[in-house]
């Protein structure tokens, strides 16, 4: 994504997740924590930071606490500002520039907060559990005598991730299907091989947070297109085709993650109509698709020409998180630069993983009954206590493994202001390209209990809303 001539409040407050945390005076925090930030190359030489009222703001803090703290950092040389007006970052780089991030996915790499709400993984499957009681070890004592290295793949696991696609009616030769550690390096290769720096890459709008900092980590110009309740919006798709000469169209239609959408039929055949016309490529992320409640809808694939569709799969829903189990099909030569790319990275998948997790498919259907019941039960407990705790949050109720809620304020305040009392989540702008969706939440259905705990904290939060500290 191209550097932004204004960093958004939103933004910048994700870029210093956590500055708060350290000892001593507010604004010495956040001196240090900017100064970090921009050695890192993610607040690159001439951004404009936001102003002094709006960062403050957006880190519920005194403007005072911000105004001091830019001053200090315009001394050193870092910033500069003008007259009672714009900030930027003067300071060139020191060290190696990095490529810009969001950084919205940083909540992965901190320590695990008991009420931390900003994963939507969900607990291992029972099935997981009774596989591990199988002489599952029997299948990888048998690979003993290979030398363990299987870029493309376990076979009885390629076979098992056809079977699925069968089900469905995709059909999928072997040499379009490349096993993955895990959806995320599944779009986060096939990304690295299909975009390079100033390409388009349109999105739903809201969207997965990892595909915005794979996207914007490779230096495209990402396009969110407006969606709805069916789906995403066919004319805006088809404006934004016209108007960006898009590189790619990547889309979660079942299950969404955040909103829990999935795309209607007639949704997803205008949007694949609209697509082969324009022979645009589809990167499909289904790896949420497991986790819708109704009847299953099918893949785009059975849609759109072979040629245009690519699909990335994941076991990690149904099953286990820590598995990191995933697959992409998708055209010979895109599969095959995939490989290729895979092979630089780290050679090959581990076996032990992808054994439990052939295992674990071949009781798929069960699995996915098993999920159904367990997330319908537990966004019918999260909707009672919005209902007891925050009747004033609208969530709305959907597929998948969280509830995107309407807070009706500034959810960027309020997640700053919840850090300070150990709650961590997810503000709606978090999963925009454009920083939109500023009043919602992503409450994760995952870990009931966790999230029991936390709401009475938010809504403590909600009704007393803190004053700006220094």
């Known amino acids: ?31 240090d924590a ?41 001394t050193e040389g870092w910033l500069a500002t003008r007259q009672g007006g714009t900030t930027w970052v003067r300071q060139p780089i020191p060290a190696r520039q990095m490529a810009w991030r969001g950084d919205r996915l940083g909540s ?14 969900l607990l291992a499957s029972p099935i997981l559990q009774r596989v591990l009681s199988d002489p599952w ?51 986060t290769l096939v ?28 230096g495209a110009h990402v396009v969110g297109i407006r969606t709805d309740n069916d789906g995403i919006d066919p004319s805006d798709l088809t404006t934004a085709i016209h108007r960006h000469r898009p590189r790619l169209l990547y889309v979660m239609p079942t299950a969404h993650n955040a909103t829990g959408v999935t795309w209607t039929q007639d ?52 099953f286990w998180a820590g598995l990191r189990v995933g697959w992409l099909r998708g055209p010979e030569q895109i599969v095959d630069a995939v490989l290729r790319a895979r092979m630089t990275t780290n050679l090959a998948g581990s076996l032990p993983s992808q054994v439990l997790a052939a295992r674990c498919l071949e009781h798929r259907h069960e699995a996915r009954s098993i999920r159904r019941v367990e997330l319908r039960q537990a966004q019918a407990e999260t909707v009672d206590l919005l209902a ?28 700053a202001r919840l850090r300070r009392r150990g709650v961590i989540l997810n503000p709606g702008p978090t999963f925009s390209p454009s920083e939109e969706f500023a009043s919602y939440v992503r409450l994760p259905l995952g870990h009931r209990a966790r999230l029991a705990m936390a709401l009475p904290l938010i809504a403590q939060a909600v009704s007393t809303p803190e004053a700006g500290h220094s």
Not at 150 to 179: H, M, N, W, Y
Not at 283 to 290: G, K, P, Q, R, V
């Open 1 to 31: 994504m191209p550097i932004p001539d204004r960093v958004g409040a939103p933004l910048m407050t994700r870029l210093l997740s956590g500055w708060d945390g350290c000892d001593g005076p507010l604004h010495r925090c956040l001196v």
């Open 34 to 74: 900017v100064r970090r930030v921009i050695v890192s190359g993610a607040l690159p030489q001439g951004a404009i930071l936001p102003s002094q009222r709006a960062l403050a703001q957006a880190l519920a803090v005194s403007r005072t606490t911000v105004a001091v703290a830019y001053d200090e950092l315009c």
């Open 108 to 121: 992965y790499a901190a320590d695990q907060n008991p009420l931390d709400l900003t994963s939507g993984a």
């Open 137 to 187: 070890v029997d299948d990888l004592r048998s690979l003993l005598a290979l030398d363990g290295f299987l870029p493309a793949g376990l076979e009885a696991l390629r076979k098992a991730v056809t079977d699925s696609f069968d089900d469905v009616g995709l059909a999928t030769p072997s040499a379009q299907l490349v096993i993955t550690d895990g959806a995320h390096q599944g779009l």
């Open 191 to 218: 990304s690295e091989c299909l975009v390079s720096a100033g390409d388009t890459v349109l999105v739903e709008n809201p969207t997965y947070r990892g595909a915005l900092d794979v996207f914007s980590r490779l």
């Open 267 to 318: 949704r997803r055949r205008d949007v694949a109509s609209i697509a082969t016309r324009a022979s645009l490529l589809v990167i499909e992320d289904a790896s949420t698709a497991d986790l819708q409640l109704g009847q299953s809808a099918g893949p785009m694939g059975l849609l759109l020409p072979d040629e245009q569709s690519v699909l990335i799969g994941s076991a990690t829903k149904l």
């Open 388 to 415: 007891h705790y925050l009747p004033q949050w609208r969530p709305h109720p959907a597929d998948g493994s969280s509830l995107w809620v309407d807070t009706g304020e500034d959810a960027t305040n309020l997640s």
